[in-house]
């Protein structure tokens, strides 16, 4: 007790020094002393190869090409051939191999290009300072490499030249090193020749052994990812909503908590907010996908790989309803959880049919099948409306009175049955023997039901007295239920009762917005030229 009567105060030990043998037992492992640990850095290599094998075989291949590349400078034969320039291999290989095929072809052509220019040119203002004689020589090759650094820094900005902002880099360093490397040595030509042959050999070995072993296109990987984002998304709604039913209030996370995203148990929840972050990754995926031939699956040429990142955007258009009605299940102002049961078929099946039409619509695209959805579709549309309908049948449950108490004219007891909740109106309408013969020394009707509608409050709706939230104890020592606070208790209800209707019209709007993906999946089938699923 902390001196009032009716209110108590609880000491929560401190989770401080609980917490800290975990933390030492973490950071510690076997060091005794804390700090690094071999043994837990040994195990985080492990699962972070074990999650994807591909980040594995991508580094034994580049150490592979790179040893490939080296024996070229270990044997006598190609050394006495090539001569220090061999090191431009080594460098091609190290800075031209990629994680996918597609971009190992995208960078290459870079490389390539770039490389060939730069020796063009470095050729033809070489000979032309070697005309000029060998006082201007000097300021020659020096103007050249400032405009050759500007127009290559400018041109990389263009919007249209982006993809190739790498090929204007290696006109850039290629040019000074082989300008300035051929006037100390006196033959360019031979120089910048022999420098392209090694940049070439290299960009081979890396293309081969990127295509030969273990190739890791981008193609199937643009193709998985945007199945995963299907999977996301219907597990994720299908988790909000299944949690704002079970919700009745009783464990309800700190606010300070909610805005960090730490929701340990809605793993769900996480996968679809990577589904919004993965615009830059379909992109870049579908880019270098452009770049690789036929292959696997994907079996014919200029194969539609911008309509994957076209569905991947229009998923993300759905996700982001998702991330709405999580938000919604995460407010601090919550509809009553007797009041969200009342609507619980009709979300449910609603929920349902929409996670299985988006399941299904993965499954189209991860078996390249078209098959006819219209059945799927009328379901979606059907329960929809059967939640429209109950919405509309018990809209006065999410709404206020519509004739607001006048405080002036209407005396207590009126007041106070109109903040009675729907929930308590069974008791108002049912008439109980013992509560209209009222005998002497006990509380009239409105007083207990008031009573009975603040008991309720304390125990369901304690974070609903304010906003933003107060104890009870705070609401209590205002004078409780009072003329001033009725009017701002029905307000307040009528707020809460309106977090139940943005949550529907969240989850209907994610229904209308399904048929937009329905139509990019269709257009995406119909140019990859999908099979037809046999009825």
Not at 286 to 302: D, I, L, Q, T, V
């Amino acid at each position: 007790m902390n001196g009032k009567k009716g209110s108590y105060e609880i000491n929560i030990p401190s989770t401080t020094k609980a917490k800290q043998p975990e933390s030492r037992k973490k950071s510690g492992g076997g060091g005794g002393g804390g700090g690094f640990s071999f043994k837990g850095w040994m195990w985080s290599v492990w699962e972070f190869g074990k999650e994807d094998s591909n980040r594995v075989k991508f580094s034994l291949k580049v150490g592979l090409a790179v040893l490939l590349v080296s024996l070229l400078i270990l044997f006598r034969a190609p050394y006495d051939v090539f001569g220090t320039n061999i090191i431009w291999s080594i460098l091609t290989v190290a800075i031209m191999f990629e994680y996918t095929v597609g971009a190992t072809f995208n960078r290459g052509f870079n490389r390539a290009l770039g490389s060939v220019l730069a020796g063009i040119f470095a050729i033809a203002i070489a000979q032309l300072a070697l005309s000029a004689g060998r006082v201007a020589e000097p300021f020659i090759i020096g103007v050249s490499i400032f405009l050759i650094g500007a127009i290559t820094s400018f041109m990389k900005l263009w919007p249209s030249l982006v993809q190739y902002e790498y090929g204007f880099r290696v006109i850039l360093f290629t040019y000074c090193l082989i300008i300035v490397s051929g006037y100390r040595m006196g033959n360019p030509f031979r120089t910048a020749m022999d420098r392209l042959y090694s940049i070439a050999l290299g960009g081979i070995v890396a293309v081969l052994v990127n295509v030969l072993v273990f190739p890791i296109w981008a193609g199937e990987q643009l193709h998985k990812e945007l199945v995963k984002s299907f999977e996301s998304v219907a597990d994720s709604l299908e988790e909000c909503v299944r949690k704002y039913l079970e919700d009745d209030g009783s464990d309800h996370p700190e606010f300070s908590k909610t805005v960090m995203d730490e929701f340990p148990d809605e793993p769900a929840y996480r996968t679809c907010r990577k589904t919004l972050n993965s615009s830059a990754k379909l992109e870049s995926l579908a880019n270098s996908a452009k770049w690789e031939p036929p292959h696997g699956k994907f079996r014919h040429f200029f194969y539609p790989w911008s309509e994957y990142v076209k569905v991947g955007a229009v998923l993300r258009y759905c996700a982001y309803e998702v991330m709405a009605l999580h938000g919604v299940l995460h407010s601090e102002i919550q509809a009553p959880y007797n009041l969200r049961l009342t609507f619980q078929s009709e979300i449910k099946e609603a929920t349902s049919q929409a996670a299985e039409l988006v399941r299904c619509l993965g499954k189209d695209v991860s078996s390249m099948k078209q098959s006819i959805k219209t059945s799927l579709l009328k379901k979606v549309h059907s329960s929809t409306e059967r939640l429209q309908y109950a919405i509309d049948l018990h809209s006065y449950l999410l709404t206020c009175h519509s004739d607001p108490p006048d405080t002036s004219s209407k005396p207590l007891s009126k007041l106070l049955s109109h903040a009675v909740s729907y929930d308590l109106s069974d008791q108002l309408n049912d008439p109980n023997p013992q509560t209209q013969d009222t005998p002497s020394g006990t509380l009239p009707l409105p007083l207990v039901t008031a009573e009975s509608y603040h008991e309720m409050m304390r125990k369901q709706m304690r974070r609903l007295h304010s906003w933003p939230s107060r104890e009870v104890d705070a609401f209590e020592e205002e004078g409780g239920l009072c003329m001033d606070t009725l009017p701002r208790m029905r307000a307040l209800e009528s707020t809460a009762a309106l977090s139940l209707a943005t949550f529907t019209s969240l989850l209907i709007e994610f229904v209308a917005r399904l048929d937009h993906l329905v139509e990019a999946v269709d257009q995406l089938a119909v140019m990859a030229k999908f099979n037809h699923e046999s009825l």
